[in-house]
């Protein structure tokens, strides 16, 4: 069984930062994508960042580009990802996640991305 385990949620105001760090069991993902997405109350599910493992190609929302980073870590079975100047609408809980199948290239943010491995996500809330 694959397990991811998020951490470094918090409450931040407006502006401020966090770093969220995901654990994946195993100890390589090579050639699989693994991303961060998020969830609010009442809204859709969204990709957030990912990133391809092995190749290094990062994808991000549009709605996070130059405010997000991702990041492996030297673990290559960790994830972080770097927030900084939020918002309140970055309010959500934060999943890490693994795709079950190998591939050589693309969008780790795409839809047809068969992500099947979720952490129990990590709570981010930003005040206004």
């Known amino acids: 069984q694959v397990q991811l385990v998020e951490n470094g949620g918090g409450s931040v105001q407006a502006g401020g930062s966090l770093r969220l760090s995901c654990a994946a069991s195993g100890s390589s993902y090579s050639n699989h994508c693994m991303g961060w997405f998020r969830q609010a109350p009442g809204k859709e599910r969204e990709g957030v960042a990912a990133?391809?493992?092995?190749?290094?190609?990062?994808y991000y929302a549009d709605s996070v580009k130059d405010r997000f980073t991702i990041s492996q870590g030297e673990a290559k079975n960790t994830l972080y990802l770097q927030m900084n100047s939020l918002k309140a609408e970055d309010t959500a809980m934060y999943y890490c996640a693994v795709e079950d199948a190998l591939r050589l290239s693309g969008d780790c943010l795409a839809a047809d991305v068969e992500y099947a491995y979720w952490g129990q996500g990590t709570q981010v809330t930003v005040s206004a």
């Open positions: 990133f391809y493992i092995g190749g290094g190609d990062t």
